[in-house]
């Protein structure tokens, strides 16, 4: 590969370069910080164009790439130190966990070309999903309603609808039941 031929230019990021520059300050001051609380980071997150639903809980340590490509349902959690690299929407469902350290990458690089090329595609994760801590969720994958992704397990795949997957890359172990 030749890496001098690379072509940045070719993604289209949403925003004008002084506004992203604007997120990376303020995200880094209020909303990746220590500061507790998730009221002030659901503000600054729909002032930057997230769109989150009812009392999304927002901790410490979260770094969100484009908040403008993202969307999060109502009462779900984004754990300490959560990665949400979207340079590509990524659309979180109701009810969901994504535990500490997660991390997920809506793009790569296309090993078969000789300059390098960007690849990238949207993540979206259904409704009652849970993303164990140390988990990755590659470029493309659809979560399922209520799937598992066990801790630090890797999904390249989809992940089919109540059903525990772990591993790297991530296998179905079992049916997820919900007792109430």
Known sequence: MRLDLFDSTKLNRGRPAWFELVWLLVQAVFVSSWIPGAR???????????????????????????????????YSWLGENLWIDNIDPVVIGNHCCLSQGVYLCTGSHDWQ?????????????????????????????????????????VATMDLEPWFVYQGIPAVPVKERKICR
Request: aromatic share 6%; proline share 5%; glycine share 14%.
């Open 40 to 74: 002030h980071r659901r503000i600054i997150l729909r002032l930057f164009g997230a769109k989150l639903g009812k009392d999304v809980n927002i901790k410490p340590g979260v770094k969100i790439k484009m908040p403008w490509r993202l969307e999060v349902g109502d």
């Open 113 to 153: 070309s000789s300059r390098f090329d960007l690849i990238t595609r949207p993540i979206t994760i259904g409704d009652k999903a849970w993303i164990g801590a140390k988990a990755v969720v590659g470029p493309g994958v659809t979560v399922g309603e209520g799937a598992v992704l066990a801790l630090g397990s």
